[in-house]
């Protein structure tokens, strides 16, 4: 049972131009959604972050849009380089319990092409 | 300066043999997580703990245990080791004031022969 869903597993875009990768999620206790950035052999790092009593937020060239009603949400990276080129994980936790276990979509590999 | 460390980077290793890996973390968090990444890609946490806390995903089998000698370690012991254990080990730390911004290791990949 996926709560967290990525569903497409590719994206290209021509440098400058922007990437938009998209994020479902099911669970609506789900109160803080991220961002995350991973190339191959390294960990994932942490990329930008919102909570749900926000509908955006911007950091540089990376903005993240809450659309809580759609449980949908969406990183936007204005302009594209090169070295953005990596996987893009969408993650959501809520937190109860007292810590903030992740629960990750599947990834979208982003292409950006010269 | 690395900030989570894991070793080994690689282990292979034969089924029903017993292995650990390591996590170290030098940030000062306060929650040490575990993530396995499988052959789909899906990165899902097996375990977070703090010093007060352990937190088991109930599908984790129970031949996984994490071991925290002090704030800064969380290691996973894993007994019996089977083919479907083969995967990436990512480590993970975060400060409860974080708001789930978590700081991941390099991975640990695990290939059971």
């Known amino acids: 049972d996926q709560q967290v869903k990525q569903n497409s597993p590719s994206l290209s875009v021509q440098e400058g131009r922007i990437s938009i990768l998209n994020c479902d999620y099911t669970?609506?206790?789900?109160?803080?959604f991220l961002w995350y950035k991973k190339y191959p052999a390294e960990g994932p790092t942490f990329l930008i972050s919102?909570?749900?009593?926000?509908d955006k937020n911007e950091d540089g060239r990376f903005t993240v849009f809450l659309n809580k009603s759609a449980k949908h949400l969406s990183l936007h990276i204005v302009p594209s380089q090169p070295g953005d080129s990596a996987v893009y994980f969408c993650?959501?936790?809520?937190?109860?319990?007292?810590?903030?276990?992740?629960?990750f979509g599947k990834g979208t590999k982003l292409s950006v092409i010269p | 300066d690395t900030a989570v460390s894991q070793t080994p980077k690689y282990l292979v290793t034969q089924m029903g043999n017993d292995k650990s890996i390591k996590c170290e973390q030098n940030?000062?968090?306060?929650?040490m997580y575990w993530y396995k990444q499988d052959s789909k890609k899906f990165l899902k946490i097996m375990f977070s703990?703090?010093?007060?806390?352990?937190?088991i995903n109930e599908t984790v089998p129970n031949r996984f245990s994490p071991k925290s000698p002090d704030k800064a370690h969380l290691n996973l012991h894993i007994n019996s080791l089977e083919l479907g254990d083969s995967a990436v080990y990512f480590c993970?730390?975060?400060?409860?004031?974080?708001?789930?911004?978590?700081?991941f290791g390099p991975g640990t990949r695990l290939t059971v022969t």
């Open positions: 940030l000062g968090h306060d929650t």
């Open positions: 919102i909570s749900s009593i926000k």
């Open positions: 703990y703090n010093n007060k806390e352990l937190i």
């Open positions: 993650a959501a936790s809520f937190s109860g319990a007292g810590s903030y276990q992740l629960t």
């Open positions: 669970n609506s206790m789900f109160d803080y």
């Open positions: 993970a730390s975060s400060t409860a004031l974080s708001g789930g911004e978590q700081y």
